[in-house]
């Protein structure tokens, strides 16, 4: 329940060390919610690692801690931190001489920038790391996206039911609420859209914007602002008006009303996150408008009070018929608006043009749209990467991501940059969570660390997956370095494992109908042909893999000509992206000299023992695990191997039943 914030007893050495840096905790900034904040967790962390809680004043004194905002620091020591750098939210940790005393100093511009510090001076003193340090978010809005309904159940959930108690709310505010607020202002996250953008129209109703203000409350504190996704055509379903076509003025008059009366309620709201025109949700589409018109209607009745709207660019016909690709249909619609959405509109476009496969390609969109803020949407949850019940640590998956190179820009940008890209304009990164009403939050103890990653990736869209899992580990199970360099070690081959035993070398969307856990190759009959997996693998007697290429759907020119010329080519694509791009014949030599077929076969089997040897791996961990969390992540290791297991043979069985290919010599048949 603790999640990262564990706060375990440092050993003797280290518990020395630290007590000489916070021997008092010293306020120098004003009292206020968010100081007070900081105040109280320091309290709580130092306790838990010292042992006990030091005193609290305003006198300072030799070995103090001190939290002061610029304005609280004479000019000399305010001069010497370089605090511009720090902007609203950043933070200087620093060892300095104040008052004539030495002391620890977490300085800021503001009362978030002291929370935010304190939350990192207590993560570096919790992992071993050095205490002094500076930073500052490159991203503006931190934001989970919480996929969760009124009734309480989560899509594409795997931690239990919603966290959010409607029924309850707002007279009775769990505690657990603080203790969210607390984790993800631990990470920076500072936005958290409340329910699932399968939305409701109800959602708007007073009954839940006074639910909304009750949590706003409980998270104003910890500098994160609430949003809500609203369903387009909710006037038109409350019976408010008689349509909701974004141009009318009685739907745009009712739209402004409804912004007017939710920052009564909640005067920090942060705005809409809208799914339109897509898998069935209403849009402005329905009323021969454009994503603009709708978009742009909303941004209107939320710019006086300073909100922002997070438009989806996930979108795919319905019938699958409106172009031959899935994969290409958000390029094809958005581009063509670029630098016409209003000021305070974002477009959050979705990690892979297919839907959060364990590995695509990063977005065509991004670098294309120079005009336009562009939101990361990463998802957490795992829903195509075994649920909570596999181990898959996502970090290296979004450092891929964030790192690609665009081809766009001279120089050249990366996915991070383009993030960033727009001076003076909105920036943001999205993560759909992984939480819910479970004792451990997120369906596993590793699943933390993906919730983890995720904020510590929206504060530094350049932070490195390693260090990030070894933090966690650090936190979350021992300081120890053999141990955090097992776990690490662990959580670092474990998404590359899934890709091996579920869709290695590009192939993807081949999971179960439905539900998207385990294999299902073979379906070929639902009422769409592009939820259907046959549409996507290809296999045929000739070969396997999706031809986006010239002479296929020509996918690859929604990327810039450089990439898209390198893409062109089987032998200048990477393989680990091969059969996303080509459709080749089984005997197509790879780089390691082995046919297609072999080389598939051996990314499987390379599967099936990486999840293995983390079975391994963690049973080794046993005398240095808390047998409960030890004993709950061996069961879900177990059960992993025997899901790479079926999947491996499963594929494999299915490629040969269409091929008519025999396993390849020196490869045994599945036992
Ligand atoms: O493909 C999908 C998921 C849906 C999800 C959708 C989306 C919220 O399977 O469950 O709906 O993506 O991202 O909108």
Not at 311 to 320: E, K, N, S
Not at 485 to 500: D, F, I, L, Y
Not at 566 to 571: I, K, S
Not at 645 to 664: E, H, K, N, T
Request: aromatic share 10%; proline share 7%; net charge neutral.
């Amino acid at each position: 329940y603790a999640l990262w914030l564990r706060y375990a007893p440092l050993p003797g050495a280290a518990r020395a060390q630290l007590q000489a840096q916070a021997r008092t905790v010293v306020r120098l900034a004003p009292a206020s919610p968010t100081t007070d904040a900081a105040m109280a967790e320091l309290q709580r962390g130092l306790a838990g690692m010292l042992g006990k809680a030091p005193a609290t004043g305003n006198t300072v004194a030799d070995g103090a801690l001190v939290l002061a905002r610029a304005a609280d620091l004479p000019d000399t020591v305010r001069s010497s931190l370089a605090l511009a750098d720090a902007g609203t939210e950043g933070y200087v940790l620093r060892r300095t001489r104040l008052q004539g005393k030495n002391v620890f100093l977490i300085a800021a511009n503001s009362d978030i920038g002291l929370l935010y510090g304190s939350f990192a001076w207590l993560r570096a003193a919790a992992s071993g790391a050095p205490l002094e340090s500076a930073s500052a978010p490159a991203l503006k809005l931190r934001v989970l996206n919480h996929w969760d309904n009124p009734d309480r159940t989560v899509e594409r959930g795997y931690a239990g039911q919603s966290i959010w108690d409607w029924w309850a709310l707002p007279d009775i505010v769990d505690a657990r609420y603080l203790d969210y607020a607390r984790a993800n202002a631990s990470l920076g996250i500072n936005g958290t859209v409340l329910n699932n953008v399968n939305a409701k129209a109800e959602m708007l109703s007073p009954a839940f914007i006074a639910k909304a203000a009750a949590l706003a409350g409980v998270f104003r504190p910890y500098g994160i602002r609430v949003y809500l996704s609203v369903r387009f055509s909710t006037p038109l379903e409350l019976k408010e008006t008689a349509t909701a076509d974004p141009l009318d003025p009685q739907v745009r008059a009712w739209w402004q009303r409804e912004a007017d009366e939710i920052y009564r309620a909640i005067p920090d709201f942060g705005g809409f996150l809208v799914k339109a025109n897509s898998e069935g949700q209403p849009g402005p589409q329905d009323y021969h408008r454009t994503h603009v018109d709708g978009a742009n209607m909303l941004a209107a009745a939320l710019a006086p009070h300073n909100g922002a709207v997070m438009w989806r660019a996930f979108v795919y016909a319905p019938g699958g018929t409106k172009t031959d690709d899935r994969a290409k249909q958000a390029y094809d619609e958005f581009k063509p608006f670029d630098g016409r959405f209003a000021p305070n509109v974002l477009v959050q476009v979705k990690n892979g043009a297919i839907d959060f496969q364990p590995r695509e390609p990063f977005h065509p969109l991004f670098g294309a749209m120079p005009r336009t803020p562009l939101m990361m949407e990463f998802q957490i949850t795992k829903e195509y990467l075994g649920f909570s019940t596999d181990m898959a640590y996502l970090g290296p998956l979004f450092q891929e991501t964030l790192a690609a190179n665009t081809h766009h820009g001279s120089p050249p940008l990366s996915v991070a940059d383009v993030l960033q890209q727009a001076p003076g304009k909105l920036t943001g990164m999205a993560g759909v969570a992984n939480i819910g009403s479970d004792r451990n939050w997120s369906g596993s103890h590793f699943d933390q660390a993906n919730w983890y990653a995720f904020g510590r990736l929206a504060w530094n869209p350049r932070g490195d997956a390693r260090a990030i899992a070894d933090e966690w580990a650090a936190q979350t199970f021992s300081r120890d370095t053999a141990v955090r360099g097992a776990v690490t070690g662990m959580m670092m081959v474990s998404r590359e494992a899934v890709v091996n035993y579920m869709t290695p070398l590009g192939l993807h969307h081949m999971m179960g109908t439905g539900h998207h856990h385990g294999p299902a190759p073979w379906v070929d009959n639902l009422e769409r042909p592009d939820w259907n997996p046959v549409y996507y693998h290809r296999t045929a007697r000739d070969g396997i893999g999706f031809d986006r290429t010239a002479t296929g759907s020509n996918a690859i020119a929604q990327y810039a000509p450089a990439l898209a010329a390198q893409l062109a080519d089987p032998r200048t694509t990477p393989e680990q992206v091969l059969l996303w791009f080509h459709h080749l014949p089984w005997d197509y030599r790879m780089a390691s000299g082995r046919t297609l077929w072999q080389e598939l076969i051996s990314h499987y089997d390379r599967g099936v023992r990486q999840a293995r040897d983390m079975q391994a791996q963690w049973a080794a961990l046993a005398p240095a695990i808390d047998a409960r969390r030890h004993a709950e992540t061996a069961a879900r290791l177990q059960r992993q191997a025997a899901n790479a297991q079926l999947w491996r043979d499963a594929c494999i069985a299915y490629f040969q039943s269409v091929s008519g290919l025999p396993l390849p010599a020196g490869v045994a048949p599945p036992a």
